[in-house]
């Protein structure tokens, strides 16, 4: 299957249009920022969303569709976007416009567009641009990650002890108390905590080494689909720390997700899940 996707598909030639989508789009939402005009707007109350979101979903989708007519894509502001549970069989993109939001919103450096290409079941391109500050991680299946053209790897830091680990929290607050409680026996046995705001920008953290470890537990397939590769490209182990409540498809599964360098993975994952090691 591997072997005939590389022949049906120029995984090289999309990457490379990927990488031009995600960069035009990437210069589109700073330049939206600095207009000083987005409009601000809450998805079930809860969930920014503001006229950047959707201007951006619109301009990828337009180049997607046009440099590939045929192929099936879904971003997280398509309509029915949560519901949706792609198989990713036949060629699809799934993409987030704008992953951090809230800190887009408030001027921070760390969000990203991200935007994944999948056939055949897998993730097979992955790119993420962090246009604030410039980055753009690439990968495809089998083909290593990069940063700027530059290959990268995941950390060598052995021990949790000496770690720093990335985490997440939902826009809602059902679930505080459990996801303060796991944050806290996180905290004690790690060198210390970071929180982005954006999954796919941990992700590509872990895959440079700028982190040790990244785990969440409620991110969506579009946060975290081209990060997911970019990690794995770079050495990352990555899985769950919990049964799926979603029932979503492996590949693209958010729920009780981390993703660490391979040393200090059993180590986190006993912290996290007290089940034991039930990944990928
Ligand atoms: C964000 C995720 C992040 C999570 C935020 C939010 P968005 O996605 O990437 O990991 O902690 O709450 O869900 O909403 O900025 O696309």
Redesign the pocket.
């Known amino acids: 299957m591997e072997e005939s996707i590389s022949h049906e598909y120029d995984l090289d030639e999309i990457l490379s249009i990927a990488q031009s989508i995600a960069r035009e789009a990437g210069e589109r939402a700073l330049a939206l920022r600095e207009s000083g005009e987005l409009a601000q707007n809450f998805k079930e109350s809860v969930?920014l969303v503001t006229s950047a979101d959707l201007e951006v979903s619109a301009l990828i989708g337009a180049r997607i569709q046009a440099a590939f007519p045929e192929h099936a894509f879904f971003t997280?502001e398509s309509e029915g976007a949560a519901a949706a549970r792609p198989d990713l069989v036949e060629p699809t993109w799934v993409i987030?416009p704008?992953?951090?939001?809230?800190g887009y919103a408030r001027g921070h450096f760390q969000f990203c567009i991200s935007i994944a290409f999948c056939v055949g079941g897998r993730i097979q391109v992955g790119v993420v641009s962090c246009p604030a500050l410039g980055e753009v991680f690439t990968a495809t299946r089998g083909g290593g990650a990069f940063l700027n053209g530059e290959r990268i790897q995941v950390s060598g830091t052995s021990s949790l002890e000496n770690s720093l680990v990335a985490t997440?929290?939902?826009?809602g607050w059902e679930g505080i108390d459990r996801l303060a409680r796991r944050l806290g026996a996180v905290r004690s046995r790690c060198r210390d905590i970071r929180r982005s705001?954006?999954?796919?920008f941990?992700l590509c953290w872990v895959a440079c080494g700028r982190i040790d470890a990244y785990y969440?537990e409620d991110?969506k397939a579009w946060?975290l689909a081209a990060g997911k590769l970019i990690a794995l490209e770079a050495g990352a182990r990555y899985g769950f720390f919990a049964d799926d409540a979603r029932d979503e498809l492996p590949e693209i599964r958010g729920y009780a997700t981390i993703a660490t360098n391979p040393q200090v993975y059993h180590e986190l994952l006993e912290i996290l899940d007290t089940r034991g090691d039930r990944a990928s």
């Open positions: 969930e997280e987030d704008i992953d951090g939001t809230v997440g929290f939902p826009h705001g954006s999954c796919a941990d969440e991110i946060d």
